[in-house]
């Protein structure tokens, strides 16, 4: 028990002795790596995880609390967060997790943002830039709808990975600005057709390997389209695109046209539809 280093713990009923399995993980010093799924938690049981590099949480948690928990967590490197836990404060967490490189949480829209603009503050994703140098990989659920919350969001200039959910067609351009981006997972909850942004997404984004789209208004030549606005590159690596929308079946049956040097197009699995939700 003292070289444990991975657990994972899930509470599938009140009964189960929660508390009392964390309280003795506490005395681990080994243990790196933490995942645990519960009906309550006491805060001050995760306070004592000074050496944790990994924390997935999926538990009733304050978003003061959090950051009690995280404050001592010094090298953390991996956060996930359900929407069972407040993220309000995510951005003065980041100032004590400097190693942070993996990110997911659920992000729940504010109204301020014009006030945020006018007194110059900065919202998560802005603190998220300006603080998290060394973030690769971003997975917010919860839909943005805001082009201030967008804008902000693309200034995470050091990000190769973004999983996000859109309801604004001009949130999706700015993602442009994240020249390491490598691969992007994108829901479209637009009520139009937004192929040319994606196509703009796609020119802006050079280092771009993976695209994956969650998006029922979707032209069915998109995979054509995306080849053709590729083929006017030299140096790029071909495009791995996943789409999922009520054309699926047209635009499988249009595959053939799709220049496959440029973009590989795959039918979306199981597998890659939750790596979306």
Do not use: W
């Not at 009923?13 to 399995?21: G, H, L, T």
Request: glycine share 2%.
């Amino acid at each position: 028990m003292h070289s444990l280093q991975n657990v994972t713990l899930c509470q599938e009923n009140k009964y189960a002795y929660v508390q009392e399995i964390l309280l003795a993980l506490n005395a681990i010093d080994s243990l790196k790596h933490l995942k645990l799924s519960a009906q309550k938690c006491k805060p001050s049981l995760l306070r004592r995880f000074q050496q944790l590099e990994n924390l997935s949480l999926n538990v009733p948690l304050s978003s003061k609390d959090l950051l009690a928990s995280c404050q001592s967590m010094t090298y953390l490197s991996t956060l996930h967060l359900s929407d069972e836990v407040g993220s309000s404060m995510l951005k003065d967490i980041v100032l004590y997790c400097p190693l942070l490189r993996e990110l997911s949480f659920h992000f729940k829209p504010q109204n301020n943002s014009l006030n945020c603009i006018r007194v110059g503050k900065s919202n998560i994703f802005g603190a998220l830039a300006d603080r998290a140098k060394y973030l690769k990989i971003l997975s917010v659920s919860g839909i943005i709808s805001d082009l201030y919350d967008a804008e902000q969001l693309a200034r995470i200039s050091s990000l190769n990975i973004l999983r996000c959910s859109f309801s604004n067609e001009d949130c999706v351009l700015a993602l442009g600005q994240l020249n390491l981006l490598e691969e992007l997972r994108i829901v479209s909850c637009c009520f139009t057709n937004i192929a040319l942004k994606y196509l703009e997404l796609i020119r802006a984004c050079s280092k771009l390997t993976l695209l994956s789209i969650m998006d029922f208004r979707i032209s069915s030549d998109f995979g054509s389209m995306a080849a053709t606005v590729l083929e006017k590159f030299v140096d790029r690596q071909p495009l791995t695109l996943f789409i999922y929308g009520h054309r699926e079946s047209t635009i499988v049956a249009n595959a053939a046209n799709i220049n496959m040097n440029v973009v590989k197009y795959q039918t979306m699995t199981l597998h890659e539809t939750l790596k979306l939700l």
